[in-house]
């Protein structure tokens, strides 16, 4: 197909309080593949109920190329052979991209602080800093959190505070141990909190079979109850134990 025939027409809302990010989106979709976009655009609701009316469609942006009605957003990126994640897809995306930060934050901190990025501190580093960011997850939206929480802990099955308390414990011990302070109080939160959630993890997955969903990026999370979580609370169990160790 020509440049000259790459033709899309592209139906969008754009009005003076509400501009659709799906049809920014869609436009410059079209864009990327080399189409030129006739751009048109939905100024009033009137106007979109009376499109969606008319081509019988319930959302906007639509998008027609040749003459076919290829359809919202979702549907051109499946058009273009781009995937579409599912709504109840799982997705291990929300935490390759916290470690990935995390791991660089540590290398990072310890470049200023010692000149050299491959440290002991740096590994130290880079676990508190995982605590503090899965803290800060959790801490997003607590009740939903306490509720995914409540289908797997072994502890908040019995005493449901302890879903809330969970991750004001863990950024507590995360930021004492990244600075180094207290570990009279953080070695101990992080041994005791890392163990009852491992063996909450290996119980329920391992050994129950459940496919549950991890609380551990917030309540809102796609990622499966497994290797992620139990990684989380081992990791707080060996910095606990290098710790004391230390």
Not at 162 to 178: D, K, N, R
Request: aromatic fraction near 12%; charged fraction near 20%; include cysteine.
């Amino acid at each position: 197909m020509t440049n000259e025939s790459k033709r899309a027409t592209l139906y969008r809302m754009v009005m003076p309080e509400h501009v659709c990010p799906y049809g920014l989106k869609s436009k410059w979709l079209l864009e990327r593949h080399g189409y030129q976009v006739d751009d048109h655009w939905l100024r009033t609701r009137a106007e979109t109920d009376a499109f969606k009316a008319d081509h019988h469609v319930e959302t906007t942006p639509q998008t027609f190329i040749g003459g076919r009605r290829i359809g919202g957003n979702d549907d051109l990126r499946r058009f273009f052979g781009q995937p579409v994640p599912g709504k109840d897809e799982i997705s291990y995306r929300p935490v390759i991209a916290l470690f990935g930060v995390t791991a660089l934050m540590a290398l990072a901190a310890s470049f200023a602080v010692y000149g050299a990025p491959l440290t002991t501190r740096a590994g130290e580093w880079f676990v508190a800093f995982s605590m503090c960011a899965l803290a800060m997850l959790k801490l997003q939206d607590v009740e939903s959190f306490s509720t995914m929480f409540l289908n797997y802990d072994l502890l908040a099955r019995r005493w449901v505070p302890y879903g809330y308390i969970y991750p004001f414990a863990e950024g507590l011990a995360g930021v004492l141990m990244i600075a180094g302070a207290a570990m009279w109080l953080s070695v101990p939160v992080a041994l005791v909190i890392g163990g009852i959630g491992a063996v909450s993890v290996i119980k329920a997955v391992y050994i129950d079979k459940r496919a549950i969903k991890c609380a551990c990026v917030g309540g809102s999370s796609k990622v499966p109850l497994g290797f992620v979580s139990l990684t989380e609370n081992m990791m707080m169990v060996a910095m606990g134990m290098w710790m004391l160790v230390k």
